[in-house]
């Protein structure tokens, strides 16, 4: 795994870590996401950015190279796999998200990636993110799981893995995102990831539906979206 991560840092993935780690997989794609988010919305140089849920570190890596500082937090040791472990700009915590063993007030950006739906006090979660950033500061909440025809269609599975093994996996509708991101005095923008072409073709490839759907697909991208990206912005004038 810490092989492949560093292949995936380089850009370097082969077809044969693709095809033999759905993790792997997962994360080539989220990463792709995350590139084209913070392509259009670059993170400041000297951030200091709490990440929640950062697993492997895979996310870790980026935020570094946009010249950010990030503490990275996970409840698993899933930790110490990351690729830029020693990079002096990364502090690893064992942590709860929502027990953020942190000041108030003190980051610039928090961000998750497919990581915050697996909360089991949603509102909680938004509570610590509001209370860690700093007035005016964003948090970045990506690759979250949406309900949508087609998930409700193909993906009648969703999450039963993951519950039997005790993980809370939820997919959770945007306007309770909204609604908890605002009792949190946040302020929310719900922003959807594109899909490439090739990307649709091989969604419908896995379910075994022709490619030539995809342009039929198009149109209907935002009814048919299964996950989402959450901007979150604190107010400046905000006292918390």
């Known amino acids: 795994m810490r092989a492949a991560l560093g292949r995936l840092n380089r850009d370097e993935l082969t077809q044969d870590d693709l095809a033999s780690s759905a ?3 997962a994360i080539a794609e989220s990463r792709a996401q995350v590139l084209e988010l913070f392509s259009e919305e670059r993170l400041t140089p000297g951030s200091v950015v709490l990440e929640l849920g950062a697993d492997v570190g895979w996310a ?11 503490i990275a937090t996970d409840i698993t040791d899933h930790l110490f796999l990351a690729v830029d472990g020693e990079s002096p700009n990364l502090c690893r915590l064992l942590a ?3 027990r953020v063993p942190l000041a ?3 980051m610039d950006v928090v961000f998750a990636a497919s990581c915050v739906h697996h909360s089991w006090d949603l509102g909680l979660t938004f509570q610590e993110i509001a209370r860690v950033l700093k ?3 964003t948090a970045y909440l990506t690759g979250e799981p949406l309900p949508s025809w087609l998930r409700y269609v193909m993906g009648g599975q969703f999450g039963r893995k993951e519950r039997e ?3 809370n996996e939820t997919w959770i509708r945007r306007n309770v995102w909204l609604r908890e991101c605002r009792a949190a005095g946040l302020e929310p923008r719900i922003v959807f990831p594109n899909l490439s072409d090739r990307q649709l073709k091989e969604r ?3 379910r075994r539906l ?5 342009g039929a697909l198009r149109p209907l991208i935002s009814t048919l979206q299964v996950s989402v990206h959450l901007r979150v912005r604190k107010s400046p004038r905000s006292k918390l």
Do not use: E, Q, Y
């Open 23 to 25: 993790h792997i997989r």
């Open 60 to 70: 870790s890596s980026l935020l570094l190279a946009a010249g950010c500082r990030v």
């Open 96 to 98: 709860d998200m929502n």
């Open 104 to 106: 108030d007030s003190t």
């Open 135 to 137: 007035p005016g500061g």
């Open 165 to 167: 093994l005790g993980i």
């Open 204 to 206: 419908l490839g896995k």
């Open 210 to 214: 022709p490619g030539f759907l995809g």
